[in-house]
C-alpha cells in the first residue's frame, strides 16, 4: 500500500488527510488485487489446458484467438455469464447462494498480505503469514456451505471431504513455515523476504537440510490445501461426480472456477515469498522485482499442473495417512531440526 | 485389505446405534462419470464405507434376443455387433462360430486368418479403453489419452477394412462379408511395431506408479472360487491367477495353430485377484495378441474368404448348442436353438460384464466408496452387452 | 467323462427325477423341474464330475417348436404398416423350459441340463445357492420368458422396468402400444398422425399425469 499512498500523496500534495490517503490507497489496492485474481483464472485456464493438452500429446484450445486459442478464457466467460443461475428446488437457497462468495473472499482477503514487491504489498501486517493461513481457511467454511446448501448427497461427500483435508493439510502447511519464522524471526511478509537478499544461496529453502524439506513439505501440502490433483478428492470427477459444486451453473460456479485458480497462485506466491526469495532474483541486484515475483510464483503454478496431469488420485484414508502420519511429524522434526542447526551455527539470538 | 476390514469392523461396532446414525443410500448412476455407461448401482454407505451395492441394470435393453426371432440368421449378425461396442467384433466372431459349428461349414483359410487378425486388433482397442478409463477412474487423466492415440490407429485400420469405425459387421457366417484391402498386411505389422513400443510407455505412465499401486493393489479381490461361483471370466478370472483362456482351452477358430501365452495375476503388487492383477492381465495381453496377430500375418495365405457351399438363406438343422469364445471382456457365449428354419429359435446371448458385473455385489460391502469405483472400473464393463 | 457316463450316473443316482437323454450338437439330460436343485448341487460337488462353473442359463419358451425339423415356427408379432402393434388370437402353448450349460474346469468337459415345465404352473427349482451366477441369470429368465423359480433369493425383474407387462420371450408376446402413456408404436406422433384414441393402455397403466412410478431407490 505504500506504493498507492505515495502515488496519491504525490498527485493530491495536501488536498487528502492522511485518513483519506488511508482510505484511496486500501479501496486501490483492493481493486488491484481483485484485477489480479481475475486475471490469474484467465491466463491459468489457458494455461492448464495448454499444459494438459501438452502433457497428453494434444493441442489444446487452438481457435478462439488465431494464437494458440489465447481468447478461450475469454470466450468461456462470455459463455459462463450466459448462463442460466439454477439454484435446485430443494437447496437451502441463501447457503447455496452465499457459499461461493465466502469462497471467493477468503481467497481474496489473504492477498492483502502478500509482497509482491517492494512497499507493493496492500497491507504490511506484522503478523502477515498467520493472517493468511488464518483467513484462508474460512475457504473451507464456504465449502461446507456449498455441499451442505446444495442437498446432493454427493456434494455433501465432496464437501465433507473437502473440509476435513482443508483442516487437516493447514497443519503441516503452518508448520513447514515455522522455520523460516524463527530464522527471520518475524512473521513479516516482507521483513521474510528481505533476510533473503543476496542471491540464491541465501534463499530460505536452501537455508539448511531442514529448510528444504519444510519447503518440499509446504509444496505438497499446498497442492491438498487448494484441493488440486493428485489430492482432489473433494471434486473428485469419477468418485463424485463434481464434489461440493456439482449443483452450481453460471457466474457462481465460474466464483468457485475463480477462487481455485486464485488459490493456487495465491498459494504459489506464500512459497515463492518464504522460501523462494520473494522478488530477489537469483543473483545480482533487485532488478524489475514484481517480474520476478511472479515468475517464481507461476514457475510454481506450472509445476503443479504438470503433477495433476501426470499423478493418479489419492484415496481418502491414504490422503490422512500421508498428512497426519507423515508430514506432521516430519514437519515437527524439521522445526525441531531447524532450531537445532540454529544454535549449531550460532545464529541463535 | 486390511484397511476395508477394519473399516467393516468399525461399522458393526455399535457406535452407530448410538449415534442413533442410519446408512446413507445414495445411488451411483445412471448419470455418474465411474459407472462407464448407464449403470445404476444402489449404495448404502456409512461415510466413506460401502455397506451394500445393489446393481440396477437394464437401462440399454433393446431385447436383441426377441430381435433375433424375427430376423434370420445372417441378419442377426448387425445385432451382435450392439452388444460390446467398444468390441463388437469379438462378438461378432462368437455368433459366426456358433452359427457355422451348428452348420458344420468349413470357413476358408484366408478368412480365419483376417477374422483372427481383426479379433485380436479389437481385444487390444478394447484393452487399450479399458486400460485408460481405469486409470480414469483412478484420477490418471493422462493414460487415457495416451490410449486413444494408439486406438485410433486400430480403428484406422478397421476402417479401411470394413468402412466403419465403430460397429463393423464384417463377419458373415461361413467367413466374410468381402476380402481385405491391398496393403491390410503392411498397416497391420506397422501398427504391432508401433504398438509393442508403446505398451511400456504405459507401464512408465501408470503401471508401477506408486499412488496407481496404493490405489489398486489389496483393492476389490476376487478370488478364484468368487470367480468360478459367480461366472466371471476373462481378464477377472485371470486376474484372479486362472490361466483358463477359451482361445487355449477351448478353441475355436484357428487359435490352436498359434503360439502365444495367457497371462494370469501373480499378485505382483498385492494379493491374487486384486486391481492391479485384473489390470496388469489387460496389459500383457495386449503383447499377447501382438504375437498372435503377426503369426497370423505371417501365415495369412490367398484364396476366397466366403464358404461357397452356403446359401443367402441359411437354414440350421434342429438343435441346441452353446458356443463360447474369448472376447475382451471375458467368455461371450452363444445358446442356440435352432428349429431347422430360416431364424433362430432362440438365442441366448451369455454376456461375459453381466457376470462380471453381479460379482460387485458381493465384493463391494466393506470397501471404501473410492474403492468401489476402482473395482468397477477393473471389471471393464459394457453396459451395452448387460442389458443387450 | 463323456457326456452318456454323466448321464447315466444322474440316473443311478436321481432315477426317476432324470428323464432323458439329450443328443443334439451339445449332449445333456432333461430333468425334473422340481428336483433340479439337488442334481446341480451332486453335479457341483461329484468329484467325478466337478461342474463348478454354470456357463449360462437360458430360459425359452418352445410354443411353435417344429418338431419336424421344417423350421415352421410361429412368427413374432411385431407392429403393423401403421404402427399399431400386431394382436393375434392364439393363445401360445407348448411348454417352457430352462437349459443350463455346465462346464467343469477340473476335468475339462461339459454337459447341458435341460427341464421341461407346463406353461400354465412354469415353476422350477432355483439353483442361485448352488451356482450364485445363477441368481441374475434366473432373474433374467423370469423378467423376459416368464419362469418362476423356487427358492431364489430375491426373484424380480432385472431387465425391463418393475411394472412391465408380460414376458417378452414368449412366442405370443403383443407389443405394448405405449407404456406408461408414451407410444411405442415408432410413428411420427409429433407430426399430429397419433392421437390418445388410437392407442389401447392396459388398464392399469396409467396416464402420465396420474402415473406413478415405482419407488425404486433415493435420488442421488
Given at each position: 500500500?505504500?506504493?498507492?499512498?505515495?502515488?496519491?500523496?504525490?498527485?493530491?500534495?495536501?488536498?487528502?488527510?492522511?485518513?483519506?490517503?488511508?482510505?484511496?490507497?486500501?479501496?486501490?489496492?483492493?481493486?488491484?488485487?481483485?484485477?489480479?485474481?481475475?486475471?490469474?483464472?484467465?491466463?491459468?485456464?489457458?494455461?492448464?489446458?495448454?499444459?494438459?493438452?501438452?502433457?497428453?500429446?494434444?493441442?489444446?484450445?487452438?481457435?478462439?484467438?488465431?494464437?494458440?486459442?489465447?481468447?478461450?478464457?475469454?470466450?468461456?466467460?462470455?459463455?459462463?455469464?450466459?448462463?442460466?443461475?439454477?439454484?435446485?428446488?430443494?437447496?437451502?437457497?441463501?447457503?447455496?447462494?452465499?457459499?461461493?462468495?465466502?469462497?471467493?473472499?477468503?481467497?481474496?482477503?489473504?492477498?492483502?498480505?502478500?509482497?509482491?514487491?517492494?512497499?507493493?504489498?496492500?497491507?504490511?501486517?506484522?503478523?502477515?503469514?498467520?493472517?493468511?493461513?488464518?483467513?484462508?481457511?474460512?475457504?473451507?467454511?464456504?465449502?461446507?456451505?456449498?455441499?451442505?446448501?446444495?442437498?446432493?448427497?454427493?456434494?455433501?461427500?465432496?464437501?465433507?471431504?473437502?473440509?476435513?483435508?482443508?483442516?487437516?493439510?493447514e497443519i503441516p502447511l503452518a508448520l513447514a513455515c515455522i522455520p523460516v519464522v524463527m530464522i527471520t524471526g518475524s512473521l513479516n511478509m516482507n521483513d521474510i523476504v528481505i533476510a533473503q537478499q543476496g542471491g540464491i544461496w541465501r534463499?530460505?529453502?536452501?537455508?539448511d537440510p531442514f529448510l528444504f524439506v519444510s519447503f518440499l513439505l509446504y509444496f505438497v501440502a499446498s497442492i491438498a490445501e487448494v484441493n488440486r490433483g493428485p489430492f482432489d478428492l473433494p471434486e473428485t470427477e469419477s468418485e463424485l461426480?463434481?464434489?461440493?459444486?456439482?449443483?452450481?451453473?453460471?457466474?457462481?460456479?465460474?466464483?468457485?472456477?475463480?477462487?481455485?485458480?486464485?488459490?493456487?497462485?495465491?498459494?504459489?506466491?506464500?512459497?515463492?515469498?518464504?522460501?523462494?526469495?520473494?522478488?530477489?532474483?537469483?543473483?545480482?541486484?533487485?532488478?524489475?522485482?514484481?517480474?520476478?515475483?511472479?515468475?517464481?510464483?507461476?514457475?510454481?503454478?506450472?509445476?503443479?499442473?504438470?503433477?495433476?496431469?501426470?499423478?493418479?488420485?489419492?484415496?481418502?484414508?491414504?490422503?490422512?495417512?500421508?498428512?497426519?502420519?507423515?508430514?506432521?511429524?516430519?514437519?515437527?522434526?524439521?522445526?525441531?531440526?531447524?532450531?537445532?542447526?540454529?544454535?549449531?551455527?550460532?545464529?541463535?539470538? | 485389505?486390511?484397511?476395508?476390514?477394519?473399516?467393516?469392523?468399525?461399522?458393526?461396532?455399535?457406535?452407530?446405534?448410538?449415534?442413533?446414525?442410519?446408512?446413507?443410500?445414495?445411488?451411483?448412476?445412471?448419470?455418474?462419470?465411474?459407472?462407464?455407461?448407464?449403470?445404476?448401482?444402489?449404495?448404502?454407505?456409512?461415510?466413506?464405507?460401502?455397506?451394500?451395492?445393489?446393481?440396477?441394470i437394464g437401462y440399454l435393453h433393446r431385447c436383441a434376443e426377441k430381435i433375433a426371432e424375427g430376423c434370420d440368421w445372417r441378419q442377426w449378425m448387425v445385432y451382435t455387433d450392439r452388444f460390446d461396442y467398444l468390441a463388437p467384433i469379438?462378438?461378432?466372431?462368437?455368433?459366426?462360430?456358433?452359427?457355422?459349428?451348428?452348420?458344420?461349414?468349413?470357413?476358408?483359410?484366408?478368412?480365419?486368418?483376417?477374422?483372427?487378425?481383426?479379433?485380436?486388433?479389437?481385444?487390444?482397442?478394447?484393452?487399450?479403453?479399458?486400460?485408460?478409463?481405469?486409470?480414469?477412474?483412478?484420477?490418471?487423466?493422462?493414460?487415457?489419452?495416451?490410449?486413444?492415440?494408439?486406438?485410433?490407429?486400430?480403428?484406422?485400420?478397421?476402417?479401411?477394412?470394413?468402412?466403419?469405425?465403430?460397429?463393423?459387421?464384417?463377419?458373415?457366417?461361413?467367413?466374410?462379408?468381402?476380402?481385405?484391402?491391398?496393403?491390410?498386411?503392411?498397416?497391420?505389422?506397422?501398427?504391432?511395431?508401433?504398438?509393442?513400443?508403446?505398451?511400456?510407455?504405459?507401464?512408465?505412465?501408470?503401471?508401477?506408479?506408486?499412488?496407481?499401486?496404493?490405489?489398486?493393489?489389496?483393492?476389490?479381490?476376487?478370488?478364484?472360487?468368487?470367480?468360478?461361483?459367480?461366472?466371471?471370466?476373462?481378464?477377472?478370472?485371470?486376474?484372479?491367477?486362472?490361466?483358463?483362456?477359451?482361445?487355449?482351452?477351448?478353441?475355436?477358430?484357428?487359435?490352436?495353430?498359434?503360439?502365444?501365452?495367457?497371462?494370469?495375476?501373480?499378485?505382483?503388487?498385492?494379493?491374487?485377484?486384486?486391481?492391479?492383477?485384473?489390470?496388469?492381465?489387460?496389459?500383457?495381453?495386449?503383447?499377447?495378441?501382438?504375437?498372435?496377430?503377426?503369426?497370423?500375418?505371417?501365415?495369412?495365405?490367398?484364396?476366397?474368404?466366403?464358404?461357397?457351399?452356403?446359401?443367402?438363406?441359411?437354414?440350421?438343422?434342429?438343435?441346441?448348442?452353446?458356443?463360447?469364445?474369448?472376447?475382451?471382456?471375458?467368455?461371450?457365449?452363444?445358446?442356440?436353438?435352432?428349429?431347422?428354419?430360416?431364424?433362430?429359435?432362440?438365442?441366448?446371448?451369455?454376456?461375459?460384464?453381466?457376470?462380471?458385473?453381479?460379482?460387485?455385489?458381493?465384493?463391494?460391502?466393506?470397501?471404501?466408496?473410492?474403492?468401489?469405483?476402482?473395482?468397477?472400473?477393473?471389471?471393464?464393463?459394457?453396459?451395452?452387452?448387460?442389458?443387450? | 467323462?463323456?457326456?452318456?457316463?454323466?448321464?447315466?450316473?444322474?440316473?443311478?443316482?436321481?432315477?426317476?427325477?432324470?428323464?432323458?437323454?439329450?443328443?443334439?450338437?451339445?449332449?445333456?439330460?432333461?430333468?425334473?423341474?422340481?428336483?433340479?436343485?439337488?442334481?446341480?448341487?451332486?453335479?457341483?460337488?461329484?468329484?467325478?464330475?466337478?461342474?463348478?462353473?454354470?456357463?449360462?442359463?437360458?430360459?425359452?419358451?418352445?410354443?411353435?417348436?417344429?418338431?419336424?425339423?421344417?423350421?415352421?415356427?410361429?412368427?413374432?408379432?411385431?407392429?403393423?404398416?401403421?404402427?399399431?402393434?400386431?394382436?393375434?388370437?392364439?393363445?401360445?402353448?407348448?411348454?417352457?423350459?430352462?437349459?443350463?450349460?455346465?462346464?467343469?474346469?477340473?476335468?475339462?468337459?461339459?454337459?447341458?441340463?435341460?427341464?421341461?415345465?407346463?406353461?400354465?404352473?412354469?415353476?422350477?427349482?432355483?439353483?442361485?445357492?448352488?451356482?450364485?451366477?445363477?441368481?441374475?441369470?434366473?432373474?433374467?429368465?423370469?423378467?423376459?420368458?416368464?419362469?418362476?423359480?423356487?427358492?431364489?433369493?430375491?426373484?424380480?425383474?432385472?431387465?425391463?422396468?418393475?411394472?412391465?407387462?408380460?414376458?417378452?420371450?414368449?412366442?405370443?408376446?403383443?407389443?405394448?402400444?405405449?407404456?406408461?402413456?408414451?407410444?411405442?408404436?415408432?410413428?411420427?406422433?409429433?407430426?399430429?398422425?397419433?392421437?390418445?384414441?388410437?392407442?389401447?393402455?392396459?388398464?392399469?397403466?396409467?396416464?402420465?399425469?396420474?402415473?406413478?412410478?415405482?419407488?425404486?431407490?433415493?435420488?442421488?
Amino acid at each position: 500500500m505504500q506504493v498507492m499512498t505515495e502515488l496519491f500523496a504525490r498527485i493530491f500534495g495536501d488536498g487528502l488527510s492522511p485518513v483519506g490517503l488511508l482510505v484511496a490507497g486500501g479501496l486501490t489496492m483492493a481493486l488491484v488485487m481483485s484485477l489480479v485474481m481475475a486475471l490469474c483464472a484467465i491466463v491459468f485456464t489457458w494455461a492448464e489446458r495448454k499444459v494438459a493438452g501438452f502433457i497428453q500429446s494434444r493441442y489444446g484450445p487452438m481457435r478462439v484467438g488465431r494464437w494458440h486459442g489465447v481468447l478461450q478464457p475469454v470466450a468461456d466467460m462470455v459463455k459462463i455469464l450466459g448462463k442460466e443461475d439454477i439454484i435446485p428446488r430443494d437447496a437451502d437457497k441463501r447457503l447455496f447462494q452465499l457459499a461461493p462468495f465466502v469462497i471467493f473472499v477468503g481467497s481474496l482477503m489473504a492477498w492483502a498480505a502478500i509482497p509482491f514487491a517492494p512497499g507493493f504489498i496492500a497491507a504490511d501486517l506484522d503478523l502477515g503469514l498467520f493472517y493468511i493461513f488464518a483467513v484462508s481457511s474460512a475457504a473451507s467454511i464456504g465449502i461446507l456451505m456449498a455441499g451442505w446448501a446444495s442437498n446432493n448427497k454427493w456434494s455433501l461427500y465432496g464437501a465433507v471431504r473437502g473440509v476435513a483435508q482443508g483442516v487437516s493439510y493447514e497443519i503441516p502447511l503452518a508448520l513447514a513455515c515455522i522455520p523460516v519464522v524463527m530464522i527471520t524471526g518475524s512473521l513479516n511478509m516482507n521483513d521474510i523476504v528481505i533476510a533473503q537478499q543476496g542471491g540464491i544461496w541465501r534463499w530460505h529453502f536452501l537455508h539448511d537440510p531442514f529448510l528444504f524439506v519444510s519447503f518440499l513439505l509446504y509444496f505438497v501440502a499446498s497442492i491438498a490445501e487448494v484441493n488440486r490433483g493428485p489430492f482432489d478428492l473433494p471434486e473428485t470427477e469419477s468418485e463424485l461426480v463434481a464434489g461440493y459444486h456439482t449443483e452450481y451453473t453460471g457466474m457462481r460456479f465460474a466464483f468457485f472456477f475463480l477462487a481455485e485458480y486464485a488459490n493456487l497462485f495465491l498459494v504459489s506466491c506464500i512459497a515463492t515469498a518464504v522460501f523462494l526469495g520473494g522478488w530477489q532474483p537469483v543473483f545480482g541486484p533487485v532488478f524489475l522485482p514484481g517480474l520476478v515475483f511472479v515468475t517464481k510464483a507461476v514457475l510454481l503454478v506450472l509445476l503443479q499442473m504438470w503433477l495433476r496431469w501426470t499423478l493418479p488420485r489419492l484415496r481418502v484414508d491414504q490422503l490422512m495417512h500421508v498428512c497426519w502420519k507423515v508430514m506432521v511429524p516430519l514437519a515437527l522434526v524439521c522445526v525441531l531440526g531447524a532450531g537445532i542447526w540454529m544454535l549449531a551455527t550460532g545464529q541463535a539470538g | 485389505m486390511s484397511e476395508t476390514a477394519t473399516g467393516r469392523g468399525w461399522a458393526e461396532q455399535d457406535v452407530r446405534r448410538e449415534l442413533h446414525s442410519e446408512l446413507l443410500e445414495i445411488n451411483m448412476g445412471p448419470q455418474h462419470p465411474a459407472t462407464h455407461g448407464v449403470l445404476r448401482l444402489l449404495v448404502r454407505t456409512d461415510g466413506e464405507i460401502v455397506h451394500g451395492v445393489t446393481a440396477h441394470i437394464g437401462y440399454l435393453h433393446r431385447c436383441a434376443e426377441k430381435i433375433a426371432e424375427g430376423c434370420d440368421w445372417r441378419q442377426w449378425m448387425v445385432y451382435t455387433d450392439r452388444f460390446d461396442y467398444l468390441a463388437p467384433i469379438n462378438m461378432n466372431f462368437g455368433y459366426a462360430v456358433a452359427v457355422e459349428r451348428m452348420l458344420g461349414v468349413q470357413v476358408p483359410e484366408r478368412a480365419e486368418h483376417i477374422r483372427v487378425i481383426c479379433a485380436e486388433l479389437q481385444r487390444i482397442a478394447s484393452h487399450l479403453i479399458a486400460i485408460g478409463t481405469f486409470g480414469l477412474d483412478m484420477g490418471a487423466w493422462t493414460p487415457l489419452l495416451y490410449c486413444f492415440r494408439e486406438r485410433e490407429e486400430i480403428l484406422n485400420i478397421l476402417e479401411r477394412l470394413t468402412g466403419g469405425r465403430m460397429l463393423y459387421n464384417y463377419f458373415d457366417i461361413g467367413g466374410l462379408r468381402f476380402d481385405a484391402y491391398e496393403g491390410f498386411e503392411r498397416d497391420v505389422l506397422d501398427f504391432v511395431n508401433i504398438m509393442e513400443q508403446k505398451i511400456p510407455e504405459y507401464d512408465t505412465l501408470l503401471s508401477y506408479n506408486k499412488i496407481f499401486i496404493e490405489r489398486t493393489a489389496d483393492v476389490g479381490v476376487i478370488d478364484v472360487a468368487t470367480c468360478r461361483a459367480y461366472g466371471c471370466t476373462g481378464p477377472v478370472l485371470r486376474g484372479a491367477g486362472v490361466p483358463f483362456d477359451c482361445r487355449k482351452d477351448d478353441p475355436y477358430s484357428i487359435y490352436d495353430r498359434f503360439e502365444f501365452d495367457i497371462p494370469y495375476g501373480e499378485g505382483e503388487q498385492g494379493t491374487v485377484g486384486d486391481c492391479w492383477d485384473r489390470y496388469m492381465v489387460r496389459m500383457r495381453e495386449m503383447y499377447e495378441s501382438c504375437r498372435i496377430i503377426r503369426q497370423a500375418v505371417d501365415a495369412l495365405p490367398g484364396g476366397p474368404v466366403k464358404a461357397e457351399d452356403l446359401k443367402k438363406l441359411v437354414k440350421v438343422p434342429q438343435g441346441s448348442l452353446y458356443t463360447r469364445t474369448e472376447s475382451s471382456k471375458g467368455e461371450i457365449g452363444y445358446h442356440i436353438f435352432a428349429d431347422g428354419g430360416s431364424k433362430p429359435f432362440r438365442t441366448k446371448v451369455r454376456s461375459p460384464s453381466f457376470s462380471n458385473l453381479h460379482v460387485i455385489e458381493k465384493v463391494g460391502p466393506g470397501m471404501m466408496l473410492s474403492d468401489l469405483v476402482a473395482t468397477v472400473g477393473s471389471l471393464d464393463i459394457v453396459l451395452g452387452e448387460i442389458d443387450r | 467323462m463323456e457326456a452318456t457316463a454323466i448321464h447315466a450316473l444322474l440316473q443311478s443316482r436321481f432315477g426317476d427325477a432324470v428323464l432323458d437323454y439329450v443328443d443334439s450338437y451339445e449332449k445333456g439330460s432333461l430333468v425334473a423341474a422340481g428336483r433340479v436343485g439337488e442334481i446341480a448341487t451332486f453335479l457341483r460337488d461329484d468329484a467325478t464330475l466337478g461342474f463348478e462353473s454354470l456357463m449360462s442359463l437360458t430360459g425359452l419358451d418352445w410354443d411353435g417348436y417344429d418338431a419336424t425339423g421344417k423350421g415352421k415356427s410361429v412368427d413374432i408379432l411385431g407392429y403393423d404398416e401403421l404402427g399399431r402393434p400386431e394382436t393375434s388370437d392364439r393363445v401360445g402353448d407348448g411348454d417352457l423350459g430352462v437349459a443350463y450349460a455346465l462346464y467343469s474346469p477340473r476335468h475339462g468337459h461339459k454337459h447341458t441340463l435341460f427341464v421341461r415345465v407346463p406353461r400354465a404352473a412354469p415353476e422350477v427349482a432355483s439353483v442361485a445357492a448352488v451356482w450364485p451366477t445363477a441368481e441374475w441369470h434366473e432373474r433374467e429368465a423370469w423378467d423376459l420368458v416368464g419362469i418362476r423359480f423356487a427358492g431364489h433369493p430375491d426373484l424380480r425383474r432385472i431387465l425391463l422396468d418393475d411394472a412391465w407387462e408380460g414376458h417378452p420371450l414368449r412366442k405370443d408376446y403383443a407389443m405394448p402400444g405405449a407404456w406408461q402413456g408414451v407410444p411405442l408404436d415408432g410413428r411420427d406422433y409429433a407430426a399430429g398422425k397419433w392421437t390418445e384414441a388410437d392407442v389401447t393402455l392396459p388398464d392399469d397403466v396409467k396416464r402420465p399425469e396420474d402415473a406413478k412410478l415405482p419407488d425404486t431407490g433415493n435420488q442421488g
